[in-house]
């Protein structure tokens, strides 16, 4: 099987590596030198320091020498990134692909889920997305970890899970493509607020109390979309969000500690190779939410903090709303 995967960031270039010892595969970074690094020395240093690359890996800078010809389109491109780089693909696609999106997050505007950029640009095509509790650095090292593959075509589902698996990365199948989404999306928020309390130092139990009602928050949400609830206690809800919430190698959480530590946003994303999407995704949750007339009290004080309206020390206050609902919920 050909595979192509654009995008050359820290993700991408994991998932490129899991498949290419067993499949032809070409990784797109849009920078021409990250793309030289990864073919002729094997290695992407801005991305995943200290790891070596599979020598099988090939990468280019050219999507249309990129996308011709593959089996199966993987996109871990920036959700502020997706669609022009999926627009500007589309036309050297063959047209029965599937399309896979590593992307969590929502599209400013249009409040688009990934795979719902998929089906507006490239209609016709198989969909689906790969996520979970996936630290990209300890993947690398070999350590075991599992995902999910959410898409409403089981059979599709079940040849991707066994393109991506291999030896201790388990994929899992979900048929709940907008819990899976919207899990992946939010918890990112819900990252930044546990990331203030640790710079804080406001304690384990405010921060576990922040997590548990934000995921109430998003499941909320997701259930007025349509998803399931259950999904939301798996792989792609409670165990993405503890994992970005906890792990020191989770982008949205850095942004928050260093907000709680008294750094200027500007400065935190300046310093950035990486994209913290949980910055852009407070905003689109919220007007979501509105439109479902629904209240999501950490969202809109992560809002606030990030558009800074509120300061980080002021807004642990309003965190854990007391008496907003009673559990569980």
């Given at each position: 099987?050909?595979?192509?995967?654009?995008?050359?960031?820290?993700?991408?270039?994991t998932?490129?590596?899991?498949?290419?010892?067993?499949?032809?595969?070409?990784?797109?970074?849009r920078?021409?030198?990250?793309?030289?690094?990864v073919?002729?020395?094997?290695?992407?240093?801005?991305y995943?320091?200290?790891?070596?690359?599979?020598?099988?890996?090939?990468?280019?800078?050219d999507?249309?020498?990129a996308?011709?010809?593959?089996?199966?389109?993987?996109?871990?491109?920036?959700?502020?990134?997706?669609?022009?780089?999926?627009?500007?693909?589309?036309p050297?696609?063959?047209p029965?692909?599937?399309?896979?999106?590593?992307?969590?997050?929502l599209?400013?505007?249009?409040?688009?889920?990934?795979?719902?950029?998929?089906?507006?640009?490239?209609?016709?095509?198989?969909?689906?997305?790969?996520t979970?509790?996936?630290i990209?650095?300890?993947?690398?090292a070999?350590?075991?970890?599992?995902?999910?593959?959410?898409t409403?075509?089981?059979?599709?589902?079940?040849?991707?899970?066994?393109?991506?698996?291999?030896?201790?990365?388990?994929?899992?199948?979900?048929?709940?493509?907008?819990?899976?989404?919207?899990?992946?999306?939010?918890?990112?928020?819900?990252?930044?607020?546990?990331?203030?309390?640790?710079?804080l130092?406001?304690g384990?139990?405010?921060?576990?109390?922040?997590?548990?009602?934000?995921?109430?928050?998003?499941?909320?949400l997701?259930?007025?979309?349509?998803?399931?609830?259950?999904?939301?206690?798996?792989?792609?809800?409670?165990?993405?969000?503890?994992?970005?919430c906890?792990?020191?190698h989770?982008?949205n959480?850095?942004?928050?500690?260093?907000l709680?530590r008294?750094?200027a946003?500007?400065?935190?994303?300046?310093?950035?190779?990486?994209?913290?999407?949980?910055?852009?995704?407070?905003?689109?949750?919220?007007?979501?939410?509105?439109?479902?007339?629904?209240?999501l009290?950490?969202?809109?004080?992560?809002?606030?903090?990030?558009?800074?309206?509120?300061?980080p020390?002021?807004?642990?206050?309003?965190?854990?709303?007391?008496?907003?609902?009673?559990?569980?919920?």
């Open positions: 099987m050909k595979i192509a995967v654009l995008g050359g960031g820290s993700w991408g270039t998932v490129a590596s899991l498949v290419a010892p067993r499949h032809d595969t070409v990784l797109w970074a920078d021409p030198d990250v793309a030289r690094s073919r002729e020395e094997h290695v992407n240093p801005g995943l320091p200290g790891f070596t690359l599979p020598s099988e890996l090939s990468a280019t800078a999507l249309d020498g996308v011709s010809g593959a089996d199966l389109l993987v996109m871990g491109v920036p959700t502020s990134g997706f669609r022009k780089v999926l627009e500007a693909a589309a050297t696609m063959r029965w692909i599937p399309v896979v999106s590593l992307s969590k997050g599209e400013a505007g249009t409040l688009l889920r990934m795979t719902e950029i998929i089906k507006e640009v490239v209609p016709g095509h198989p969909v689906a997305a790969l979970g509790p996936n990209a650095a300890e993947i690398m070999g350590k075991a970890a599992a995902a999910v593959v959410a409403e075509d089981l059979e599709v589902a079940s040849a991707i899970q066994k393109v991506v698996t291999r030896g201790v990365f388990r994929v899992y199948l979900n048929d709940d493509v907008v819990g899976c989404e919207m899990g992946g999306a939010l918890k990112n928020v819900i990252a930044i607020a546990a990331g203030i309390g640790e710079g130092g406001v384990d139990n405010t921060r576990a109390a922040v997590m548990s009602r934000g995921l109430a928050e998003l499941t909320r997701g259930e007025a979309m349509g998803a399931k609830p259950t999904t939301f206690a798996g792989l792609a809800g409670m165990g993405d969000l503890i994992a970005t906890m792990s020191p989770s982008r959480r850095a942004v928050g500690e260093q709680g008294g750094r946003l500007e400065d935190i994303l300046g310093d950035m190779h990486m994209v913290a999407e949980g910055v852009r995704t407070a905003t689109v949750a919220l007007e979501l939410a509105e439109r479902f007339g629904l209240e009290p950490i969202c809109r004080v992560i809002d606030k903090v990030v558009k800074g309206e509120m300061r020390v002021d807004a642990y206050w309003g965190l854990t709303p007391a008496g907003h609902e009673d559990e569980p919920g």
